[in-house]
């Protein structure tokens, strides 16, 4: 009888260092990928400036045109509008 008492007790602390050791490694974890996602954030690229509204935006996310950036295609449209009506003035 005293020899499984002892022997519960053990499988008690082991099995409560074992929970404590996976929540450790489980913290450590989601604080890795939290820190990953940061870092991701901030690696945005080469920055451009759009031609009509002078906002920098990713190189990836800018349109191009006659070697102008644009931040969308509804500030392209302008800008080009613009130009052509001012070839079109005499």
Do not use: T
């Amino acid at each position: 009888m005293n020899l499984l008492i002892i022997r519960l007790i053990i499988f008690a602390v082991v099995f409560y260092a074992g929970l404590k050791l996976y929540g450790i490694y489980r913290q450590r974890k989601f604080e890795h990928e939290e820190q990953n996602k940061q870092v991701n954030r901030h690696e945005g690229g080469k920055m451009v400036r759009c031609r009509w509204c002078e906002v920098h935006v990713p190189e990836e996310e800018a349109l191009r045109e006659h070697a102008q950036w644009f931040c969308s295609s509804a500030h392209r449209d302008r800008f080009l509008q613009e130009q052509q009506d001012k070839d079109d003035a005499p």
